[in-house]
């Protein structure tokens, strides 16, 4: 193989590793949850969930009042990392469809859009919301209001990329998430916002 083969080869390669960065946020079914990939369909080259980086979701209530809003806040740690982004989605636990209403709140309005596929909105970073803000930890806030009427049961999953900023898939840490909420009137005396061990195989 020829010296300018082989340079070709190569960028070629370089080119195609490199197409599959998303700084403007991936596209819509990448949280990990229903049949779904996550973003490591793309970035697969450390371990999932690796230590120390860590992905969490605060503001979840004990059981959701139906219609309630709340302001979901993800965040993301890892030291080192140069971008980050995220994804969520919010569906009822027996048929995957959507649950509530998810929005961007004023306080992330340039950092964070919503997007609709088959009926189910995921939230997620532009490329203003994957600029570091704090070094070694990303956050950013999604509004849910939860659904009225009836007893179902909620799951939120969520995926996030702690990446090193070359807009090349290898060198980036993929952290996953999921929590199952029920609403109040059905939820038992002891439920709460259960995180069921991202670690583990993601719920289909």
Known sequence: MSTALAAALLAAGMRLVASHAYPDGAPPGFTGGFREDNCTACHFHETLNAAPGKLAIDGLPAAFAPGERYTLTITLTRDGMKRAGFQLAARFIDDGTQAG????????????????????????????????????????????????????????????????????????????????????????????????????????
């Open 101 to 204: 209403t998810l929005m961007v709140g004023s306080s992330d309005a340039r950092r964070v859009k919503l997007e609709n596929q088959g009926g189910v909105l995921y939230a997620g970073q532009n490329k203003t919301g994957s600029e570091i803000t704090d070094a070694g930890k990303m956050k950013w806030s999604v509004d849910w209001i939860a659904p009225v009427g009836g007893r179902r049961a909620v799951r939120i999953n969520v995926a996030a990329n702690a990446a090193d900023g070359d807009e090349r898939v290898d060198g980036d840490f993929i952290y996953t998430a999921v929590f199952e909420i029920s609403p109040a009137l059905a939820a038992r005396p002891e439920a709460g916002p259960k995180n069921t061990a991202a670690s583990e195989a993601q719920p289909r």
